[in-house]
C-alpha cells in the first residue's frame, strides 16, 4: 500500500496557539513562568559562581564559626557577655543594642513628631513659625551629618563626670553620657509586670467609658483616668515591694564620687547621639505626616464640631487626630522601618550594634557571605515584624466604609 501523502494535523489547529496568545490570562502567566526561570538561572548563575570562587580559595561555607570563641570586647553589653562567648552571643548583643535604640527611638520619634505636626498647624505664628522651621531643617540635613554634630559638638564639648550637669534631681549629664536613676534588678521584673498591668487596666477604662457613652449618652473622662491607672501601677506595685523588704531602697540613684560618677544607669555618649540624632530626624518626617492628616479631615466636621460648642483641643482630639490617624498610619509604618534600618549608621560613630559586630565578625573569620546574610535576615525579619503589626493595628482601627 502506497504511503499517504497527507500531511500530519498541526499541534494547534485551526491557529489556537494564536488564539491562545491573544488571552490576557494567558500571556500573564507565560509571562510569570518566563520571569521565573530568568530568575532561577540568574540565582544559579550567582550560587554556581560563588561557590566556584570560595572552592579556589579554600574557603569552607557554613555557620559553624557562630560557636567558637569571639574574642571581642564590646563597650555596651544590654546582655550578659564575656569576649570568651561565642560570635553567635557578641551577634545577639548587637541586636539587642539595635532594637533598643529602635524601639526608643520610635517612641521618642512619635511623640515628638505629633506634637511638631499639630504645632505646624497652631494660631500663634511664633509656634507655627518654630515648627515649620524645625521640619524644613531636620529633613534637608543628612542623617549622618546630623549624628556627628550631637556626638561630636554637642555631647563630646559636655563638662567632665567631676563638673556633670545636673538639670533633674539624679540626673547629671557630662561627656561620658547621661547617668539617670535605674531600678535594682529585684524590682525590674516588678516593674515591668506593673506597666503592663497598668497597661491592661487603662485599656479595660477606656472601652468600658467608650461603651457607656454609646449606651448612656453620659461621656466620661478617658485620657486622664486611662494615664493615672496606667501610672498608678508600677508606684503600687514598687511600694509592696519596699514594703515587703523592709523599706530597703529600690532604686539607685548616682551620685559624684571623686572625679567620677557613681551608681545608676549610664546613657554612653554613643547611644546618646545616635538615639537623639534617630529621634529628631524621624519626627520631622512624621510631624509632616500628621500635619497632612489633619488637612486631610474635611473643613465641614471642624465646623460643626465648632458649633456644638467643643474647644479646640476637644476637637483635636475628638475629630481631627482619630480621622487623621487613619490616613497617617500607612506612611508612619514606613518612617518606622526607616528609623529601624537607619540605626545602622551607627558605626559611624561607635555605637555596637548589629552591623559594627557583624563587620567585626567578618573580618575575624572572613565569613563574609554567611555575616552578610544573617545581618541582611535580621533587618529583613524585623521590618516584616514591624509591618505586620502596624498593619494589625491598622485594621483595627480601620471601620468598614459603608
Avoid: H
Avoid at 357 to 375: P, R
Wanted: net charge positive; hydrophobic share 50%.
Amino acid at each position: 500500500m502506497a504511503p499517504s501523502l497527507t500531511p500530519s494535523s498541526p499541534p494547534f489547529p485551526n491557529g489556537s496557539f494564536r488564539n491562545a496568545l491573544s488571552n490576557p490570562a494567558v500571556r500573564a502567566v507565560l509571562y510569570q513562568i518566563i520571569l521565573f526561570a530568568l530568575v532561577v538561572a540568574a540565582v544559579w548563575t550567582l550560587a554556581d559562581n560563588t561557590a566556584d570562587n570560595l572552592r579556589r580559595r579554600g574557603i569552607a561555607f557554613g555557620f559553624d564559626f557562630l560557636w567558637s570563641q569571639a574574642g571581642v570586647s564590646i563597650g555596651e553589653t544590654p546582655l550578659s557577655y564575656a569576649p570568651s562567648d561565642s560570635f553567635f552571643r557578641a551577634l545577639a548583643v548587637g541586636f539587642a543594642n539595635t532594637l533598643r535604640v529602635a524601639v526608643s527611638g520610635v517612641v521618642l520619634a512619635t511623640l515628638l513628631g505629633v506634637v511638631i505636626g499639630v504645632l505646624q498647624l497652631s494660631r500663634n505664628w511664633i509656634l507655627r513659625t518654630l515648627a515649620s522651621g524645625y521640619v524644613e531643617v531636620m529633613r534637608n540635613l543628612p542623617l549622618l551629618v546630623q549624628l556627628f554634630f550631637w556626638y561630636t559638638l554637642v555631647i563630646d564639648n559636655l563638662p567632665n563626670a567631676r563638673n556633670a550637669l545636673n538639670p533633674l534631681p539624679g540626673v547629671f549629664l557630662s561627656n561620658r553620657g547621661i547617668r539617670v536613676p535605674y531600678p535594682v534588678e529585684e524590682a525590674q521584673a516588678v516593674i515591668a509586670l506593673s506597666l503592663l498591668t497598668g497597661l491592661a487596666v487603662a485599656l479595660l477604662w477606656r472601652g468600658w467609658s467608650r461603651r457607656r457613652n454609646e449606651r448612656l449618652g453620659a461621656a466620661l473622662p478617658v485620657v486622664w483616668p486611662a494615664l493615672a491607672l496606667f501610672a498608678a501601677a508600677p508606684v503600687c506595685g514598687v511600694g509592696f515591694l519596699a514594703l515587703a523588704n523592709g523599706g530597703a531602697p529600690l532604686i539607685v540613684w548616682p551620685s559624684p564620687r571623686g572625679l567620677n560618677l557613681d551608681g545608676g544607669a549610664n546613657l554612653t555618649p554613643e547611644f546618646t547621639a545616635l538615639l537623639i540624632g534617630l529621634t529628631t530626624y524621624t519626627a520631622a518626617f512624621i510631624a509632616e505626616i500628621v500635619r497632612s492628616g489633619i488637612l486631610a479631615v474635611n473643613k465641614g466636621q471642624i465646623e460643626a464640631a465648632e458649633a456644638l460648642g467643643l474647644k479646640r483641643s476637644q476637637v483635636l482630639r475628638f475629630v481631627l487626630l482619630p480621622q487623621a490617624l487613619r490616613v497617617a498610619l500607612p506612611p508612619t509604618t514606613t518612617q518606622y522601618l526607616a528609623l529601624t534600618k537607619n540605626s545602622s549608621l551607627a558605626v559611624a560613630i561607635g555605637y555596637p550594634d548589629l552591623l559594627s559586630l557583624t563587620n567585626t565578625m567578618m573580618n575575624k573569620t572572613g565569613q563574609a557571605i554567611e555575616a552578610i546574610a544573617i545581618m541582611m535576615a535580621v533587618y529583613l525579619s524585623v521590618s516584616l515584624l514591624i509591618a505586620l503589626v502596624m498593619t494589625v493595628y491598622e485594621r483595627a482601627i480601620t471601620r468598614t466604609e459603608r
